[in-house]
């Protein structure tokens, strides 16, 4: 049933590796980024600590993460049949789900992009309880028919108020293909004191293909200082080399095939 799933790579353009080189350098000196910390302080108060200006990276790079947030109005029951109430109205006051059962389990979804290194999950909530009730919280990966096959989490609350709870430790490799990801939540129902999800944060690393142990061109092996960028270039269709199998590393670069080679890799479209 699988044979249908597969995807072949392309590509023929002819582009040397300048850039190329001059990108890896750069990946190669600024390293993995800096040790990963929460986007707020713990014990913070959610209504009153901004987020830590840092954390506000912008959606490109290998060094460092970028986040996406899901309000808690995204989140809906797993089943149609379970009661759940909204309070607050997400202009005047802050907007949670709540349980008016047991507890309610919510689910949202969430789109990663492919290849991506998940690194980071926050749940921020409301929970006042003092440990008579809860609010928790994972990312869930399935497989593309519909089963289970890794997460990220728990994380929840100990009826300390509202706030978050986090953690760093996150080990999935988002396949879009594959598989499909959404965000879950369990949230307990107390009738004196507010329990509410207020949404959830997800961090992830952007990061190069590992390296094949083959190598596509005579002159890039495998120990070659660039080979694992070349290579990755060479299965997105970006390049195709300099023919004769070859890819001709150091070469220079016209700005004409500039233009191409940043054209195919960003996917720019105008009309």
């Not at 949670?96 to 909530?125: S, W």
């Not at 994972?138 to 497989?143: I, K, N, R, S, W």
């Not at 997800?202 to 190069?208: A, E, F, K, P």
């Not at 190598?215 to 080399?241: E, K, W």
């Amino acid at each position: 049933m699988s044979s249908h799933r597969s995807r072949a790579a392309s590509g023929s353009l002819v582009f040397p590796a300048f850039v190329v080189a001059s990108l890896a350098f750069a990946a190669t000196v600024l390293g993995a980024g800096p040790e990963l910390q929460p986007l707020r302080p713990p014990g913070s108060n959610l209504n009153a600590v901004p987020k830590d200006a840092a954390a506000r990276v912008p959606d490109w790079g290998t060094s460092a993460l970028t986040y996406i947030t899901v309000s808690g109005a995204a989140f809906v029951p797993a089943s149609s049949s379970t009661a759940y109430d909204t309070t607050g109205d997400g202009y005047s006051s802050q907007l949670l789900r709540t349980a008016t059962g047991n507890f309610v389990k919510f689910a949202a979804p969430i789109q990663l992009p492919g290849g991506a290194l998940v690194k980071y999950l926050e749940i921020d909530y409301c929970d006042n309880t003092g440990g008579s009730g809860y609010v928790q919280g994972a990312l869930v990966e399935m497989t593309w028919n519909g089963n289970p096959s890794n997460y990220v989490g728990f994380v929840g609350s100990n009826g300390d108020g509202c706030t978050f709870d986090s953690r760093a430790d996150g080990d999935i490799v988002v396949d879009n293909y594959y598989h499909r990801y959404y965000l879950l939540g369990y949230v307990s129902s107390d009738p004196t004191h507010l329990t509410g999800l207020a949404g959830m944060i997800v961090g992830y690393q952007l990061q190069v293909s590992p390296a094949p142990g083959t190598p596509t061109f005579n002159d890039v092996p495998t120990n070659h200082p660039f080979f694992q960028y070349i290579q990755a270039l060479s299965a997105s269709g970006i390049t195709g080399g300099c023919g004769g199998g070859n890819y001709c590393p150091d070469n220079p670069v016209t700005r004409g095939q500039m233009a191409v080679f940043l054209a195919k890799a960003l996917g720019l479209y105008f009309q």
